[in-house]
């Protein structure tokens, strides 16, 4: 159910309400505010509030795969797996739940220089249980612990888990410029865009099952938590120039995004992280 009204010719309200019934993981209802407020022509203040709730996918439940990574110049055969996969299960894998989440953005539009039209808008979601992939477990006592269970031939492995609640605070900027050259002259449209997000594990809500920890593993820790906190680029700026004359149409583009970083898992000796630098 969705409803929008103009309850004054400057205020706009929204509210919108979602009812799901999932055979595995019951029923739930999400809701969503929105206003917008235009005190002038040239300018909107614009805001939201929604609650959220992800099944887990059916990649994340039931997908497996095999792959070669190497570690420290090392190759290791690395499992993902599903929870219930027998090997998961004796490392203590659980049936995965659902996210829930909380989205706030604020931000606002204006045009208050002729042909120049600039958006800013923040946003931060807050998810609960968010599913992320388990630490690797591939070392020589993950492989005897699991022979002693008479799983022969079991390399270890990963999967996905209900780890962590998570933060994301980000921000939006676009700004589009564009001048009439004349009928002779054509058509220039500059845009320009500026995004920069920072994830944060704000909470392990699923601790290291003793299993795993007397043998030195962790369920999830630094590879996996960089991976989420700086895995992707926490600024990205673009710029896109566009000249129309008639049927001629001439682009001109470019892109940086910010710098990453990767972990390794813990070797003797233990291989240095990476970073990667922003680019270009």
């Known amino acids: 159910l969705d409803l929008e009204s103009d309850l004054t010719d400057k205020f706009l309200l929204g509210l919108a309400g979602r009812f799901e019934d999932y055979s595995d993981f019951g029923s739930t209802t999400t809701g969503k505010v929105t206003a917008r407020f235009a005190p002038v022509r040239q300018l909107a203040i614009r805001g939201a509030v929604a609650s959220g709730f992800r099944a887990p996918s059916l990649a994340q439940s039931y997908f497996?795969?095999?792959a070669t990574n190497f570690i420290g110049g090392q190759p290791f055969e690395v499992k993902t797996l599903p929870v219930h996969d027998p090997v998961a299960v004796a490392l203590r894998a659980q049936p995965l739940k659902p996210e829930k989440s909380i989205n706030y953005s604020a931000g606002l539009a204006s045009q208050l220089v002729p042909n120049l039209a600039i958006s800013l808008d923040f946003y931060r979601i807050d998810i609960s249980d968010r599913i992320v992939l388990?630490?690797?477990?591939?070392?020589q006592p993950i492989r005897d612990y699991l022979t002693?269970?008479?799983?022969?031939?079991a390399g270890g492995g990963r999967f996905f888990t209900n780890a962590i609640?998570?933060?994301t605070n980000g921000l939006d900027v676009v700004a589009n410029y564009g001048l009439n050259l004349g009928n002779s002259g054509g058509l220039v449209r500059l845009t320009a865009g500026y995004n920069t997000t920072r994830n944060e594990v704000t909470e392990i809500v699923v601790p290291t099952p003793p299993q795993l920890g007397d043998l030195s593993e962790v369920l999830f820790g630094r590879v996996e938590e960089t991976r989420v906190e700086r895995g992707q680029p926490h600024d990205n700026f673009l710029f896109n120039a566009a000249y129309e004359r008639k049927?001629?149409?001439l682009y001109a583009r470019t892109q940086r995004f910010g710098k990453v970083s990767v972990e390794q898992p813990i070797?003797?000796?233990q291989p240095p992280g990476q970073t990667f630098s922003a680019w270009p």
């Not at 388990?134 to 070392?139: A, H, L, Q």
């Not at 002693?148 to 031939?153: D, K």
């Open 134 to 139: 388990s630490e690797n477990f591939i070392g």
């Open 267 to 269: 070797l003797d000796p």
């Open 247 to 249: 049927s001629l149409v």
């Open 64 to 66: 497996t795969s095999t």
């Open 148 to 153: 002693s269970l008479g799983l022969t031939g």
């Open 165 to 167: 609640h998570t933060r």
